[in-house]
């Protein structure tokens, strides 16, 4: 079936925004916050991820209108203080696609972000920054307008440094050498829905645990994959109890026994006792709903939520939200 293709996240917020009236968005920002939350000022209204760069004491965020920028906290950061985000990846190369996925390799000093052609989906790939001097080291084309339309969307990096990219709209993982070669793509039909509209928007966050697989969300469905890359990368689904994950998007590896899951609602936590093989829902986050959470992040022992849509004008002003869980 033919259909215009869009991100996850411009699904979701439209509509949200139809139905949300303007009144209660109002409030919603005027409302003091529950948790502590890191606010900074931005150029554009949509930020995708945000992760913590814990040896630069920065937030690395990407931009759906393509770029990559940094919010510093400084040492003597103030609660009450506004950040600013400075701009430090602009390739003009690639202008016109959004970055939207990105993982911190400490490994390795750098930084790998998902770039895609959000609305068209014919072009996707996955670029690499030194994190000290933001050069970037590789740039590695997945598809073009020739290849079946996909939307590279989010991206992790094992032991070795090979990276692993998925596609949310044909639901498949892309593999990548570290030195940017591509290598592989990983398809199973477990990632593929038997009803149609399920897998308008499939595989999304993905992150790597460290006993030697990948875990992987179906947003649509809420499926959570366990994919060994040391047995051929075999594709396990990853049986969950205690409600559902339905329009997940964002992962990350708070322990290797407990996974966030950024999406709506906010925040769910996910823990496992038998090496994901099966795993349960134990407690849950509600924050902005109507800035729409789509990464997580680590800073300090605590989960941090960013937010997809910024407030203002002309300042656009972004929320990266603790979440403090509940059951």
Known sequence: MAFSFCSTKSLIFLFLLSAIPIAFIISLELAKPTTHVFHYHSSGFFRECA???????RFIVSFLDGGVGEIHVPDDYSP????QEVTVVKDVDVAGNSS????????RNRVLVVIADVLGNKYNGLASYDLSTWERLFLTVLSGPNDEKSFADDVAVDAEGNAYVTDARSSKIWKVRK???FLSIIKNPLFIQKEWYKNLVALNGIVYHPDGFLIVIHTFTGNLFKIDVTKGDEVKLIKVSGGSLSFGDGLELLSPTTLVVAGNPSGRLVESSDGW???SIVAKFKGPAHRLATAATVKDGKVYLNHMIG??????QHAIVEAVFST
Do not use: C, Q
């Open 51 to 57: 992760k913590w760069d814990d040896l630069n004491r």
């Open 80 to 83: 009450d203080s506004v950040l």
């Open 100 to 107: 939207l996925g990105i993982v911190v390799d400490r490994p």
């Open 179 to 181: 030195d940017g070669e």
């Open 277 to 279: 093989k099966t795993a």
């Open 311 to 316: 407030m203002g004008y002309p300042k656009k």
